[in-house]
């Protein structure tokens, strides 16, 4: 991170803008929000830039920049088309200590200016380093669209009425699950009905209550709650937004190791991150370990969010978890995942079902012997069907001959898909008689999922994210034995 996001209090700050033309105008017009005292320093002004002077507004040195402009600044912008003077003012802010923008020249800026989306007293900066600026735009457009008006009212609400909150209610954590309601519900509802008086009403009212029911407030300070979430298959985009506001307001995460660093990145900075993960060959931690730290920090009062690979219901032990957390009387809600199957193959290109090529899919588990003993192999040979392979570069060789002394075509397709949805996915086709010198040839590991069927062919003709895939060598006759 080159630039360190930083907002400046300029409240009556001395702002100088070096240059007079268009560009020191739409400068100064945005950091004239900000209430600054405003310099200009040019010879001469774009006429509404002299309509300000004229009227008062600003102070003008008309003239050529000289050093001691800077005196006393706490921020200077140069928007001048004379590289040598906008280097002269890079100079005299470093020797002064003062932030230079130098506008459309990131070597002489020791600061730029974002793309701000303005619901004060809510603030959105939007940076691409000073490297696409376009693209900065774009981006502020696409928040402006989905950034309520209202939140600055909303904010401002709260700020007025943050000391009685935190008087009702001392206990941090349930603060929190109070300003949940706050923001969430009927008061935000009024206030964007633009009816203060009402909420007003409604706010005081609703701690007046909490204020004598002291017994729920005494147990809602023990006992919190836990969330099971899933995290999808690493892409954050695929995130569900329940599961994005579960994260933001966590006390603790305790995630799976394959939990990409993007998602578990969305969590709130004060949160708690610790790895549960599992292992192919081994617990790292055992399960009954995670159902005592669900426990242990739900009874502390803390919001937990359980935070799985793809979705917590499929392979993913969420019933297990959910009737311990049951058991033992803690609130609990689910937030859904895209699981590794749907999101693997959508991101390689392959259709699991296809009208031409398979009516129907199944989701199967090969992550230890026990469960591929267990397994309907006659009904997974049916060649009109897609099988779709959770953790299944392991077990291969018991997969590879159960399937084919089943009845399986040995040329039936088939494709790996390693790291699906992040931007090192591999995609690998090649054939079932072959699968397991197709993972070895291409070295695939965890985390992979193996489409089987005809369907798995259309990767090479439907992929659209990440490299092309790769194309097997075609294996021995000994292979297929």
């Known amino acids: 991170m080159r630039y360190f996001p930083l907002f400046l209090d300029l409240r009556d700050r001395l702002v100088v803008i070096i240059g007079g033309g268009a560009i020191a105008e739409r400068k100064l017009a945005l950091v004239a929000q900000s209430g600054a005292r405003l310099m200009l320093v040019a010879p001469t002004l774009t006429p509404a830039l002299q309509a300000l002077c004229d009227a008062g507004g600003l102070l003008h040195r008309p003239r050529a920049f000289e050093a001691q402009d800077l005196d006393g600044a706490r921020l200077v912008i140069a928007a001048t088309a004379d590289r040598a003077v906008n280097a002269a003012v890079a100079r005299a802010a470093e020797q002064r200590g003062i932030i230079a923008n130098v506008v459309d020249d990131l070597e002489l800026s020791t600061g730029i200016l974002p793309a701000i989306i303005d619901r004060s007293p809510i603030v959105i900066a939007v940076s691409t380093g000073g490297t696409a600026p376009v693209l900065a735009r774009r981006i502020r457009a696409q928040l402006e669209s989905v950034v309520d008006e209202s939140l600055g009212r909303i904010a401002s609400f709260a700020a007025a009425w943050r000391g009685r909150i935190r008087a009702a209610i001392p206990d941090l954590s349930v603060r929190r699950g109070f300003y949940d309601w706050l923001l969430d519900g009927p008061v935000a509802a009024l206030l964007r009905q633009a009816r203060p008086a009402a909420a007003e009403d409604l706010l005081a009212d609703k701690l007046a209550r909490l204020r004598q029911d002291t017994a729920s407030l005494s147990a809602a300070r023990r006992i919190g709650s836990v969330a099971l979430v899933g995290a999808g298959p690493g892409d954050p985009g695929l995130l569900t937004l329940k599961a994005l506001r579960a994260l933001q307001g966590a006390d603790v995460v305790l995630h799976d190791r394959l939990v990409s660093r993007e998602v578990l990145a969305l969590a709130r900075r004060e949160a708690e991150l610790i790895e549960v993960g599992k292992t192919g060959h081994g617990h790292r931690v055992a399960q009954d370990e995670i159902h005592r730290l669900m426990l242990e920090h739900a009874l502390a009062g803390r919001r937990v969010v359980r935070l799985k690979g793809g979705d917590a219901f499929v ?3 969420g019933g297990e978890e959910l009737e311990y957390l049951r058991a033992n009387g803690i609130a609990y809600e689910v937030v859904p995942g895209i699981t590794a199957a749907l999101a693997c193959a959508a991101y390689a290109g392959i259709p699991l079902t296809h009208r031409d090529h398979s009516g129907s899919v199944r989701l199967v ?43 399986r075509d040995p040329a039936t397709p088939v494709a790996f898909v390693e790291n699906g949805s992040r931007p090192e996915q591999r995609v690998v086709v ?51 034995a």
């Open 365 to 407: 588990t090969a992550h230890c012997r026990e469960s591929l003993d267990a397994t309907d192999w006659r009904g997974l040979a049916n060649a009109r069907e897609t099988l779709a392979v959770y953790m299944g570069v392991t077990m291969l060789a018991q997969l590879r001959t159960e399937l084919l002394r089943h009845g």
């Open 315 to 317: 392979f993913g032990r």
């Open 430 to 480: 090649g054939t079932l008689q072959g699968i397991e010198s197709l993972a070895a040839e291409h070295a695939l590991r965890s985390p992979a999922l193996l489409i089987i069927g005809a369907v798995a062919t259309l990767a090479t003709q439907l992929h659209w994210f990440g490299a092309p895939p790769q194309i097997g060598t075609v294996p021995a006759a000994r292979d297929a």
